[in-house]
């Protein structure tokens, strides 16, 4: 184990302790800093023996230093936190979770809470969030220092979460790793973070939930969504960097560990329990990867799991996929109707034109289908999806 | 730590007639005796109409008064609470009680704890 193992395992359970200890998550952000720093110059001879624990008290002594300088010593001994009496114990959630609670609360907009999260839990630096973001670094310095600003002056608690609080507000922390997961999808790109790509990142908060907070269907359904999705990375863009579609994915290069770990998380799932969104989009997922050929596809299945997915979550986009897997088990023209019903909602989104184009060119309508593909330029002001859309009227015509 | 629960709604909706008003008062009476025993009630008060009310600004050195709220949306300001409770999801949990909360909006603003030593 080298050193930057360790901080990827340990630096959010030090931010967490010692926010949980002193009630201050930009002291406990400080502490942290500063037993890394420790580490790095005093570990070169070799690791201790229990580098967490080193790390922890190094941690707690800068923090209790801290606390003894500062003006508002007496204020700030009160938040200190005495050892956990058993009854409180076992009401307060594990400072882990506390964390993400506290970086996911609500009352913090969405940028912030993402920012917060991958900065105080995932130990990624201002500079690595900010590229990852594709915002310059002072701009997402300022949001993180408006965020900590914000959980002091409004008060969000970092250290009293129940287990009442996790599930008033797991969604928020999921809602939050499947945007992380969603912006390094889209992005695409490879920075080398600290478990490496942003949907590496991802996958790992996944993870970490399903460890801090077992037991729950949503939980793994988040996490195998992620592995599936993130499995096909290496086949979704060609040479020039344009999508490919799932049809022509060369499924050779699809990984197969990320296809496993889905598996296993899908394992888990308890039918005794509701499937909520990410547990049935993640069974949608596994349809995918686990045909061998698009043609092998069990649509019905996936059609089936997405009449339960619109019970929870009727929206438009979900119909569209809907439609789509329909339109592989019967006529092609009369899935269109259904797609063109949509128009009132969907006629600003992207993936509606090219639907419609796909069903119109499956069909045999080329001229129908070049214009929706146009349609669909108008829409986006992407280089790569106007080539792509380009591409795709080349080939039919 | 203090909060100001600000209650707004769009005066559109919400109870209209006196006989709604008035099937409304219990709750009402209900709620700041509940914060009044668990010790978090600091103040509350329902305001008058917005036609009631005048805005001040200073700029420039110049008072600038006029008629009317001071701002332009839907939702006006009905009434307030301030309470003091441990920590922003205490107080959320009193807002989330507060019977315009169905309808309307609350704002919770943290006090500004300016100390008196």
Not at chain 1, 248 to 274: A, F, M, V, Y
Not at chain 1, 307 to 323: A, F, G, K, R, V
Not at chain 1, 355 to 376: P, W
Request: glycine share 6%; aromatic share 8%; proline share 4%.
């Amino acid at each position: 184990m080298d050193i930057a193992e360790v901080f990827a395992n340990e630096w959010h359970k030090i931010v967490a302790t010692v926010s949980r200890d002193f009630g201050d998550i930009e002291l406990a952000e400080d502490a942290a800093q500063t037993a890394f720093s420790k580490a790095h110059r005093l570990w070169r001879s070799g690791l201790p023996k229990n580098p967490g624990a080193w790390l922890t008290t190094t941690a707690r002594n800068y923090a209790i230093d801290t606390v003894r300088r500062s003006k508002n010593y007496s204020d700030k001994l009160a938040l200190m936190r005495d050892q956990p009496g058993p009854d409180e114990a076992n009401e307060l959630l594990d400072p882990q979770l506390s964390l993400l609670l506290t970086c996911c609360h609500p009352a913090l907009n969405l940028e912030s809470q993402v920012a917060l999260t991958l900065r105080l839990v995932g130990g990624l630096t201002t500079d690595q969030i900010a590229s990852a973001f594709r915002v310059d670094s002072p701009t997402m310095g300022k949001r993180l220092t408006r965020a900590k600003n914000k959980i002091k002056a409004a008060g969000i608690s970092v250290d009293s979460a129940t287990h009442e609080t996790l599930l008033e507000r797991v969604e928020s922390i999921r809602n939050v790793i499947y945007l992380i997961f969603n912006e390094g999808y889209a992005s695409n790109s490879t920075n080398e973070l600290i478990r490496g790509s942003l949907c590496d990142e991802a996958l790992w908060f996944a993870q970490l939930l399903c460890q801090l907070d077992p037991g729950v269907n949503e939980n793994y359904g988040l996490q195998a969504l992620v592995a599936f999705n993130d499995s096909r990375r290496n086949a979704r863009t060609d040479r020039e960097g344009l999508p490919v579609l799932l049809e022509d994915q060369d499924r050779t290069l699809w990984n197969p560990e990320k296809i496993g770990q889905g598996e296993s998380c899908l394992r888990h799932l308890n039918r005794q329990q509701p499937f909520g969104p990410y547990s049935l989009q993640s069974l949608i997922s596994y349809e995918h990867v686990a045909a061998m050929s698009f043609e092998d596809t069990n649509w019905q299945t996936i059609y089936d799991l997405y009449t339960l997915l619109l019970t929870i979550e009727p929206n438009p986009i979900i119909q569209l996929n809907q439609y789509v897997a329909l339109s592989y088990l019967e006529n092609t023209l009369g899935v269109l109707d259904k797609v063109e019903l949509l128009e009132t909602e969907l006629s600003d989104y992207l993936y509606w034109h090219t639907t419609k184009a796909q069903l119109f060119a499956r069909a045999g309508q080329v001229g129908k289908a070049v214009e929706c593909y146009q349609n669909a330029v108008a829409l986006t002001s992407s280089e790569s999806e106007h080539r792509w859309i380009r591409r795709q009227i080349d080939k039919m015509t | 730590m203090k909060y100001l629960l600000l209650l707004a709604s769009d005066p559109a909706v919400g109870p209209q007639t006196d006989e709604e008003l008035a099937a409304e008062m219990p709750k009402w009476a209900a709620l700041t005796e509940e914060m009044a025993k668990a010790g978090v009630l600091q103040g509350g008060e329902a305001l008058q109409p917005p036609a009631t009310a005048t805005t001040i600004q200073v700029r420039n050195g110049e008072r600038v008064i006029s008629d009317g709220p001071y701002a332009e949306t839907k939702e006006v300001l009905g009434g307030f609470y301030l309470i003091e409770t441990d920590n922003l999801d205490e107080a959320l949990e009193w807002a989330a009680k507060i019977p315009s909360a169905i309808y309307g909006s609350v704002e919770v603003r943290p006090v500004w704890d300016i100390p008196t030593t």
